[in-house]
C-alpha cells in the first residue's frame, strides 16, 4: 500500500516536472504569460508531490513497514528513532530522493522570491531546474526507486550500518547534499542568461544569496564530515584526500571561487566569462560528485558497490557540460567586460589571482581523482595517487591563496598606491613574525612548516586589523564603546565583514592544519594491563577491561591513565558490538584536548584479547581544537554575509557616510 | 570626441602592458603547478595490479609502490600477540597473495572482506601494506568509510 502511493507520488511528479520544463520555454518563446505562469504552478505541485513520497517512506520507517526493501536495508526495530532518519537517506534511492526534495523546495522558494523580479529570465530558470528535477525523477521512477518491495515480508530489518549511527551522520550527508543542489540555482540563472541573452549583472545580483547560501551548505558539509571522520573512524584524522572527500570539496573550491569573482564583475564590469565558467564548473562538479559516489568506479573507503545508476549520471553529465559550454560559445561576444584591470595592485587583480590559484587547485584535485582511468585509457593500466600527491602539490597551492588572502584585504579597487600599502603594514608584519618566531622556538624547523605558520599568521593579523580599524571609525563616529562598535562593524557593511571573518577563521584553520599534519606523535602499541607507554609529551598507562551488555549492543571498555608534566586524567577507549552487526565491532574513539597545549589525545582501542591484552593506536594531534574553531568563525561568517540585509533607508545612509568616507564606503549596492 | 579617442587609446596602451603582467602570472602559476605535478606524481602514485601480475613484475616489485585488491581467504588472517601486526591473504582470479600489515585494522576486515592492500612485494614474497582499505561485500549497497585511511606521517 505505502509502496503503490509512494510510487504514484514520485510518478506524477515525474509527469508535473517534465510539463512544467517545457510550457515554461514554450511560455515565453510563444509570449503566452499563462504558460509560465502554469510552469511555475508546476514548480510547487513538483515540490509538494516529492514532500508527499518523502513523507510517505518516513512514515514506511517509522511504522517498520518492512515490505520496503529500502526499509529493511536501512532499519531495524530496535533502531532508536533519530536514526531511522538518517536511514532516508543512508542508502542510494533514498538519497535520490532527499536530493530532488532538496532541489525541489529550493526551487518553490526562487520561483516565490523571483518570479515578479526577475520576469525575463525566470521561464528559463524553471525550464533549467525542472530539467535536472526530472533527470533526478527518472532515475527514481525507473532505475532506483526507494518504494521497491520484498516478498515473503522479513520480520526486522538489516538496519543502517552502525558506522552511521553517529549524531554526525545526521546532518553531515544533508548539508552536503543540500550544497550540492543549491549550486544548481545560481547555476539555473547563469543558463537563463545566456538563453535570453540578458548577459548583464542581473543574474548575479539575483543569485547573490544563492551562490553564499549554496557556499554555506558545503562549507558546513565540508566540515562536517571532516568531524565525523576524526571522531568516528579513528585513523586519527580528518582529511585523508580520498575520492570522494576530494569531490565533496571541489564544488567548495568552485563556489569560494565563484563569491569572489562576483564581486569583480558587480563593482568593474570584468570577468564575465570567467563568472560564467565558474558556475558551470561548480555546477558539473556537483553532479560528478555524486557520479563518483554512486557509479563505484573508483576504489575509496567510502565506496558504494557499484550501482546501475553511475552511466545515467555520466549521460546528464555529458549533456549538461555540452549544452552550457555551447550557449556560453554563442554568447561570447555579449560577453565583453566594460572595464579592464587598472593596476596590479588592485583588489580585482588579487581576486582574479586568487581564482586562477583556486582553478588550480581545482584542476590538480580533478586530475588525481580521475587518475586511475586516465591512466587505464593512455597506458592500460590504473594508477593510483595517494594522499603524498595531493598534499604535495595542493599544499604550496593553498599556502599561496592564504598568503593572497592576506594581501587582498590590504589594497583597494582599481588601482592601489604602493606606499599607503607599505605604510600600513608595519605592525602586522611586526605580528606575524612575532608568532612565527615562537613557532620556531616552540620546534617548527623545516621551511615549509615556518612558510606556512608566517602565512597564516599574516592573514590572520591583516584581517583583525581590518575589523580593528573600522571599529575605531565607528567608534569615534557614533560615540560608542568599542565592543559595540565591533559589533557595529557587521551591521555596516555586512557582506564584506562577514567575509572577512571567513577569513579569519580560514587562517586559523590553517594554523590547526599546520600543527596537527607537522607536529603529529603518534604511536601503536599492544600492552597488558599494569603497562605503559610514552607518545609525545605524555605517557599512557593500561588499566584493564570491562564488558556491559546493553540492547541492541555489547560494549568492551579499555581504562587507560593519561599522564603529562602536570596533569592526568582517565580515559575510555570501547569497542561495541551491534547486533546484526558482530563481524564489524565499532572502535568508540577518546579524544581529549589537553589545555593550554591544545593538543588532542586520541586513543583507538584497535583490538583486544581473551587475556586482558589490548592494543591500542594513540595519537597526540597538536591543535586540531582549533580546526573546529576556525570552521564555526567560518560559518558564522558566511552566515552574516550571507544575511539578507535590511532595506536601507535613505535618512540613515549619510551618517554613515560621514565616516571616514573612503575606507568605510560599503563595497556593496545594496538591492 | 577627439578627447574621447585619446582615452580610449590611453587606456588600450595600458591595458596591454597590465594584459601582459596578468599572462605572465598566469604562466607563471601554470609552470609552478606542473613543476608540482611532475614532482609529486612518483611519491604519490600505485599501480592496480592483479596478483598475477605483481608476480610477473619481478624484482621492481620490491620498490615499486602498487597497489592490489581482492578477498581475505577465510581463515588466514593471524593476528600477532603482542603487537598490531596481522598477517593474512587476499585472493582474486589470478592467485593468491600473503599479506604483512601493521596499524589499524579497519572494522569491517574480516574473512571474505573485499580488501585493498597497497605497499610494496618484500624479498620473501611476502606483501608488505602499508594501506589497508576494507569493503563490506555482504550488502548490496553500503555508505561504509572503513576505519583504516592513510594516517598522515607526522
Known sequence: MTANIGTALLF???????????????????????????????????????????????????????????????????????????????????????????????????VLVHFRSD?????????????????????????????????????????????????????????????????????????????????????????????????????????????????????????????????????????????????????????????MVLIIVAFNLAVFGTFVVRSGILASVHSFAVSEIGPYFFGFLAVSLIVSLTLLMLRLPQLRDEHNFDSMLSREATFLFNNLLLVAVICVTFLGVIFPLLSDAVQGRQINVGPPFYQQVNG??????????????????????????????????????????????????SPWTILSIAACAFALIVALREFHRTAIALMRAQQTPYPAALLAVFRYNRRRYGGYLVHVGIAIMGLAIIGSSFFQAERSVSMRPGQSVAVGQYTVAYQGLTTWNEPGKQRTIASLLVRNANQSFEVAPQKVVYQNWEDQPISEVVIKTVYPQFDDVYIVMAAYGEDGTASFHIFVNPLVAFLWLGGALLVLGGLISWWPSPVTSPTTAPAAANVRARRLTPDTVSS | MAEDVVVARAGGSSRRAFDVKIIVGGIVILL???????????????????????????????????????????????????????????????????????????????????????????????????????????????????????????
Open chain 1, 12 to 110: 506524477i511528479a515525474f509527469l508535473a516536472a517534465l510539463y512544467g520544463a517545457v510550457a515554461s520555454v514554450l511560455g515565453a518563446r510563444l509570449r503566452v504569460p499563462e504558460l509560465v505562469v502554469s510552469a511555475r504552478n508546476a514548480v510547487i505541485a513538483v515540490a509538494a508531490l516529492v514532500a508527499l513520497a518523502a513523507l510517505t517512506l518516513m512514515y514506511a520507517f517509522v511504522t517498520h513497514d518492512f515490505s520496503l526493501k529500502y526499509v529493511v536495508a536501512q532499519t531495524t526495530r530496535a533502531q532508536p528513532w533519530p536514526y531511522l532518519f538518517s536511514g532516508f537517506y543512508g542508502g542510494q534511492a533514498g538519497s535520490l530522493l532527499y536530493w530532488s526534495l532538496t532541489l525541489a523546495l529550493l526551487s518553490t522558494v526562487v
Open chain 1, 119 to 275: 520576469r525575463q529570465l525566470i521561464p528559463y530558470v524553471i525550464t533549467v531546474l525542472l530539467t535536472i528535477e526530472s533527470f533526478f525523477l527518472v532515475v527514481l521512477n525507473f532505475i532506483s526507486s526507494p518504494f521497491e518491495t520484498v516478498f515473503p515480508v522479513p520480520p526486522d530489518g538489516r538496519g543502517l550500518n552502525p558506522l552511521l549511527q553517529d549524531p554526525g551522520m545526521l546532518i553531515h550527508p544533508p548539508m552536503l547534499l543540500a550544497g550540492y543542489m543549491s549550486v544548481s540555482i545560481p547555476f539555473a540563472f547563469g543558463i537563463a542568461a545566456l538563453i535570453t541573452g540578458q548577459v548583464n549583472n542581473r543574474w548575479l545580483q539575483a543569485t547573490r544569496h544563492w551562490a553564499l547560501l549554496a557556499w554555506l551548505f558545503l562549507s558546513l558539509g565540508n566540515l562536517l564530515g571532516a568531524w565525523w571522520a576524526y571522531h568516528v573512524l579513528g585513523w586519527g584524522g580528518y582529511w585523508g584526500w580520498d575520492p570522494v572527500e576530494n569531490v565533496a570539496i571541489l564544488p567548495w573550491f568552485a563556489m569560494t571561487a565563484y563569491v569572489h569573482s562576483v564581486l569583480v564583475q558587480e563593482r568593474r564590469g570584468m570577468l564575465k566569462v570567467w563568472n
Open chain 1, 396 to 445: 604550496p597551492l593553498l599556502l599561496a591563496l592564504v598568503a593572497l588572502m592576506g594581501f587582498g584585504m590590504l589594497v583597494p579597487w582599481r588601482r592601489g598606491a604602493a606606499r599607503a600599502l607599505f605604510r600600513g603594514l608595519r605592525i602586522t608584519l611586526i605580528g606575524a613574525a612575532v608568532i612565527t618566531t615562537a613557532a620556531v622556538v616552540l620546534g617548527a624547523r
Open chain 2, 32 to 154: 609552478a603547478v606542473a613543476y608540482l605535478v611532475v614532482a609529486a606524481l612518483p611519491a604519490g602514485t600505485a599501480y592496480y595490479l592483479t596478483v598475477s601480475e605483481l608476480a610477473d613484475m619481478g624484482e621492481r616489485a620490491q620498490t615499486q609502490q602498487t597497489r592490489v585488491s581482492g578477498n581475505v581467504v577465510p581463515g588466514t588472517i593471524v593476528r600477532s600477540a603482542d603487537s598490531q601486526d596481522i598477517r593474512f591473504q587476499v585472493e582474486d582470479e589470478s592467485g593468491r597473495l600473503t599479506v604483512m600489515y601493521s596499524g589499524v585494522v579497519p572494522d569491517i576486515f574480516g574473512d571474505h572482506t573485499q580488501v585493498v592492500v597497497e605497499g610494496t612485494l618484500g624479498e620473501d614474497g611476502i606483501y608488505s601494506a602499508e594501506v589497508l582499505l576494507a569493503k563490506c561485500p555482504s550488502r548490496f549497497e553500503e555508505a561504509v568509510p572503513t576505519g583504516s585511511e592513510y594516517t598522515e606521517p607526522g
